[in-house]
């Protein structure tokens, strides 16, 4: 049970909320979407109007982080309350097992356990299956999401650059046809199957666009990807339309949902991840290629959503989250004509999607967690702007805190409660946070450090007056830097987490 003292506290801040006033929630999660890649933080080659009108609706964080600089432990941290680097979680390929443990504590079992009804549809890429026992991608794919908390999913599996190239719902892979079984590994299976060109071998093969780097095994849709495919032809997604199947798929649970119980939908977004392939009626929509053009695609999705709940006459009590994995890539794979590469940084065609901000995905710097957080619900948030410091890990701790649940010990050790700055009832947020790349950085208030390693020094930032990172300060206050890195490094190897060290 909590403590008399702490439920003062809940009822004196007053961010809980009774049974009669649960919200829906939908978190609309963008994939490689960075800080400047909308409208109202400053795009201007690429319009996004259904995104700027919900920022409008919203309290925007300009300090709003994902918690690592790629998309798998960013996702992974959010949905568990774990740093991905505690369990060395990185950049899945196919065919990785599940990365979350079934047993731990999730984001959707947070609201299944308030009487929510719950979904996921879009990227997932935390794994499938179990270590050690081969998905067996003819019959049922699990564990997976449905043992996490979700009632509901519709998955591209790992991402749109990677193999498989189908959909799975729930436990079973979309259309697959028997006749031609679908395998995914190093080695075409001795069965006869759809065999795909090979685009290391043959790279005619790759008719949509060609690959730069990596991305060349097999050619699926005209497109190389990362693994080989055989079998599943029955199965196979369009690329072109990946984005209105998931939002057709969305509005439809959403419309036949339980109407005597709120919901969570965690809605995934591909878009704006390599390859971008949007939909030929968003052809030259922006200023900046297939890219761009993804972008207005996502926006469009955005609106639609949108759309839906004011259809179902939940909009008003529903909180709304926009925000993204991590910061923008421009060539990532494909020679899709995206990045103009400058003397400081890459650009794509004079769009920044990072901002002001240095560094995008893959890299430590704000570019590469510091990415678009909005938060709507007009029943409780008043619209505006918020430079409080957050962070998507602590959406555990958060949504807990609202449904009075306890968080049992050892589970979601990295989550804290920010619940008050997210409503906009607190403008400081968090004291400090863990920001994770290729390395590990802290940041307290507008200080920022980044731990060195045999290759670099470490580096003290001071955000308020270098907000681009350009110029490393730790000389000029040895005992500034040596405290954050001590405290990191105590972040680092508590295995309590941080909630052991609050």
């Known amino acids: 049970m909590k403590t008399s003292a702490f439920l003062l506290f809940a009822a004196t801040i007053a961010t809980a909320v009774s049974a009669a006033e649960k919200p829906n929630v939908v978190l609309i999660y963008g994939d490689d979407v960075g800080w400047g890649d909308i409208g109202v933080q400053g795009s201007v080659k690429n ?23 790629t998309c798998t432990p960013s996702r992974f941290s959010m949905l568990s309350g774990v740093h991905g680097f505690r369990k060395n979680v990185r950049v899945l390929p196919p065919n990785a097992p599940l990365t979350i443990d079934p047993d731990s504590l999730t984001l959707p079992d947070i609201f299944k356990k308030a009487g929510y009804q719950t979904a996921v549809v879009g990227k997932w890429h935390l794994g499938l299956g179990t270590k050690g026992v081969p998905v067996d991608w003819n019959g049922e794919v699990k564990p997976g999401p449905l043992e996490l908390g979700f009632d509901y999913s519709f998955l591209l599996p790992s991402t749109n650059d990677r193999v498989p190239c189908v959909y799975l719902v729930d436990h079973k892979v979309l259309n697959l046809d028997p006749a031609d079984p679908l395998f995914v590994g190093k080695k075409k299976p001795d069965i006869e199957c759809t065999e795909y060109p090979d685009g290391t071998k043959d790279r005619s093969a790759m008719t949509y666009y060609k690959s730069s780097h990596g991305h060349n095994n097999s050619v699926i849709n005209g497109i190389g990807r990362i693994g080989w495919q055989w079998g599943g032809k029955a199965a196979l997604w369009d690329d072109e339309t990946m984005t209105d199947t998931f939002v057709e798929r969305s509005k439809e649970w959403i419309e036949k949902r339980d109407k005597s119980k709120p919901f969570f ?59 993204s994995d991590n910061g923008p890539v421009y ?7 995206t990045v103009v590469r400058t003397s400081t940084k890459e650009v794509d065609q004079g769009h920044d999607g990072s901002g002001p901000y240095r560094g995008g ?29 957050v962070s998507q890990i602590d959406f555990i701790g958060s949504f807990a805190a609202m449904f009075d649940q306890e ?25 400090y946070m863990v920001e994770e790349a290729r390395g590990i950085a802290l940041r307290e208030g507008p200080w920022k450090f980044i731990l060195g390693n045999n290759k670099n020094k470490d580096q003290l930032y001071h955000l308020d007056d270098d907000i681009g990172e350009a110029n490393n300060i730790a000389g000029k206050h ?16 508590a295995k309590g987490g941080i909630r052991s060290l609050d």
């Open 47 to 69: 319009p996004t109007p259904h995104i700027d009108k919900l920022a409008g609706e919203s309290l925007r964080f300009t300090d709003g982080h994902c918690s690592a600089a």
């Open 265 to 323: 939908l965690y809605y995934a977004a591909q878009d704006i991840h390599v390859p971008r392939a949007p939909h030929p009626r968003f052809h030259g929509k922006s200023e900046t290629g297939y890219r761009g053009d993804a972008m207005v695609q996502f926006d469009w999705a955005v609106g639609e959503l949108m759309k839906v709940l004011e259809e179902q006459g939940v909009a008003d009590n529903t909180i709304v989250i926009f925000s």
């Open 331 to 337: 060539d990532d794979g494909y020679q899709d004509g």
């Open 361 to 389: 995905k893959y890299q430590i710097y704000e570019g590469g967690t510091r990415v678009p957080f909005l938060v709507r619900w007009p029943a409780r948030i008043k619209p505006g702007v918020s430079e409080a410091l």
């Open 407 to 431: 968080i049992p010990a050892g589970q979601a050790i990295d989550t804290r409660d920010t619940l008050a700055a997210l409503l906009g009832e607190d403008d400081k947020g968090l004291p």
């Open 478 to 493: 040895p005992d500034r830097a040596e405290a954050m890195r001590a405290k990191l490094v105590s972040i680092r190897d």
